[in-house]
């Protein structure tokens, strides 16, 4: 918990990207301390890079999509809940594709790789954001609300579907919980729903093997679901790999009500503009203020060194 984190050696994987149906290969390399999550579109000229943060968000629309310039990277969330799940500060990610690869619906596979490949410690101390005061955030019917107290999540959702209905799963946020509870949820959706993006040339990669697809009344995958409540699950896997674009650890309470990818990101907004309701701290003999490479982000600036 205390010292940053980095890959023990470079991994490499491929899939189908949810939207285009095309393939996309990824190669992880590690990385130095204070230099974040890193994607570079090795597919395109200059090999553009984006830096994973919350100022880099162009799109949530079924998905998050960063940006930098005309260079985009969609579908990162699940990549990035995998990321920040188990702990990992500092990568570059090479992406040859403009969407990350949908794998099975989830992070599980993300997690595995990493857990094979394993993580180094780096020699620098990893810093947090500490919640002081509560800091909640309404839009419509969808809350978000962080609040002192040791790192957790809870979600609740409502569908009016028969197999989902009101549907509310807290987690702490600790790798092996992580790992057994929240990344094998898979994304899920409903069949007229699908049918309709397919129609419209989006979810073109979209399957019963990287989705949990619903008719009115029952789970068409053949292997039913992976846990009762997968579907709130994979809304914490979401809310994970959204959140991880703070750039560093939340250490507080969370609690979502029927949220989304949109809502998540206006949620770090507000949280960041709240500079009563939290202070950066460093675990370390004495406490004292990092200055790593998101210096430069609104979010450490008046920050002392």
Same mark, same amino acid.
């Given at each position: ?30 990385? +130095?301390?204070? +230099? ?105 019917? +969808? ?23 009101? +549907?509310?799963?807290? /987690? ?59 579907? /709130? ?73």
């Amino acid at each position: 918990m205390f010292w940053q984190k980095t890959l023990a050696r470079p991994l490499k994987f491929a899939g189908i990207g949810l939207h285009g149906g095309r393939p996309v290969a990824v190669t992880m390399h590690p990385a +130095q301390a204070n +230099q974040g999550l890193r994607f570079i579109r090795t597919d395109l000229p200059g090999r553009p890079q984006i830096l994973a943060h919350y100022s880099r968000v162009v799109d949530t629309t079924r998905a998050t999509t960063l940006g930098e310039g005309d260079c985009t990277l969609s579908t990162v969330e699940h990549l990035l809940a995998a990321l920040r799940g188990l702990g990992v500060d500092n990568a570059l990610i090479h992406v040859a594709g403009p969407e990350l690869p949908i794998m099975d619906g989830s992070a599980a596979p993300f997690a595995r790789l990493l857990t094979e490949t394993g993580l180094r410690s780096l020699p620098w101390p990893r810093p947090h954001l500490l919640i002081e005061r509560p800091v909640e955030l309404r839009v419509g019917d +969808q809350c978000m609300r962080v609040s002192p107290g040791d790192p957790r999540i809870t979600y609740t959702i409502d569908f009016p579907h028969p197999l989902i209905r009101r +549907q509310r799963f807290t /987690v702490p946020m600790k790798p092996g919980a992580f790992r057994r509870e929240i990344a094998p949820a898979r994304t899920f959706g409903f069949l007229k729903e699908v049918e309709y993006l397919k129609a419209h040339g989006l979810a073109l990669g979209g399957s019963l093997d990287n989705a949990v697809v619903l008719d009115d009344t029952r789970v068409l995958n053949a292997g039913g679901l992976r846990f009762p409540e997968e579907c /709130v699950r994979h809304k914490i896997l979401d809310a994970v790999g959204d959140l991880a674009l703070l750039g560093l650890p939340l250490l507080g309470r969370l609690e979502v009500t029927r949220g989304s990818h949109a809502l998540h990101l206006r949620f770090l907004e507000a949280l960041v503009a709240r500079e009563d309701a939290w202070r950066l701290w460093v675990p370390s003999a004495r406490e004292r203020y990092a200055q790593p490479h998101w210096a430069a982000a609104p979010l450490w600036e008046g920050v002392p060194a």
